[in-house]
């Protein structure tokens, strides 16, 4: 073959959200969108602030077509840099120069140009995940060349399971990404988590005489819920990168911007940081979209209102629980994490598809028997849906 067989395997199979979603928009043509309960892909309802909308509309008007469409630096605008770069410091005390982040197309660019950055794949480097994960994961860490290790959970409550997490340690540790608020459950890894994760690494780090890098992903950083705190990494351990996105915080997803950013403690960082420009430069992800750099840097401060997400949450997760499903309550996202009848989260995806529910099955996401709800849909699709959940439940808990 002419190819790249690999690639071709990537191409000619959709990951299953897609695969769900296009069925989706297949059924809605055919009985109505309104009879169609889609709860499969991670795209945000809730709308941009208006003062994004405002914000694109003023720099149309009153700025030159090369800040707005041409290139900027290869690693990103250098105001725009500043600008969060201030942001950061300001919010979570850290001292970090614009000269430590690297603007990205969102946290897909982000983690594939880190993980780039970082692995060696002739020394065989390894990336430890915790599930339940992201399924992209498994792809952007192989493609980098490193081998995928899983890290199973606290079945009661999801957080990490230091225990097991210290037993996947090996010296071909390379890196560690913590993704938090989750996707594909929501939860929010606590800062005693945090603290006792970053100790192990320290520890290790010491052992083994190299650094093990955190990758934070965190691209759900502000959709969290009540008084919920989502500690900041970098203030817990030196060897970071914060993977950034705005998708979620701003709802806006399809413009596919965000940046990287290098711990300033961190071990030879400067460097480390090279390897990054070095990484994006080799992935062609140079100059992210520049019209959305300068609205970023213009809405540094602005964020989505959470509060219709809550209410699905909480429309959601009472309404299921009360028919008797077993969740973990999310503190953050929007995904509700379902564990399956039987444990056969296929077996429960067909059932639920019979009553027109749309269900992400997550063997994929490293832990079996579960389905994600992504409940960032319209409270009508979240309110249709109770009767066809409660229809569901009296076929499977019978």
Known sequence: MGFNQKMFG??????????IFEYSKTRASEIGAENVFDFSLGNPSVPAPADVNDTIRTLLDTQ???????????????NVRAVIANSINERFGVKISPNM????????????????ALIEEEKGDEC???????????????????????????????????????????????????NSP???SGVVYSEQTIVELCRVL??????????????????????????VTVPYLMNYYDNTLVCYSYSKSLSLPGERIGYIAVCPKMEDGMNVYLAVCGAGRSLGYVCAPSLFQQVIARCIDAKVNVDAYKENRDLLYDNLTAYGYDCVKPDGAFYLFVKAPDKDA?????????????????????????????????????IGALPAFEALARECFA
């Open 10 to 19: 990537l191409g000619s199979k959709r990951s299953i959200i897609r695969e």
């Open 64 to 78: 030159s077509s090369v800040l707005l469409h041409g290139y900027t630096s290869a690693q990103g605008d250098a």
């Open 101 to 116: 982040l690297y603007m990205t197309c969102g946290a897909a660019a982000s983690l594939s140009i880190c993980l780039r």
């Open 128 to 178: 430890i995940v915790f599930a339940p994960f992201f399924t992209e994961y498994r792809v952007f860490i192989e493609n980098a060349g490193g081998k995928v290790v899983i890290s199973t959970p606290l079945e009661s409550n999801l957080q990490i399971d230091i225990a097991d997490f210290e037993s996947k340690i090996t010296p071909a540790t390379k890196a560690v990404i913590v």
């Open 182 to 184: 989750n996707n594909p």
């Open 202 to 227: 320290k520890e290790k780090s010491s052992e083994y005489g190299h650094p093990i890098y955190l990758i934070a992903d965190e691209p759900y950083r502000e959709l969290v819920y009540s008084d």
């Open 346 to 382: 296929f077996a429960f995806y067909e059932k639920a598809k019979a009553h027109e529910i749309l269900v992400v099955p997550c063997d994929d996401f490293g832990l079996k028997g579960y389905v994600r709800i992504a409940y960032c849909t319209s409270k009508q699709t979240v």
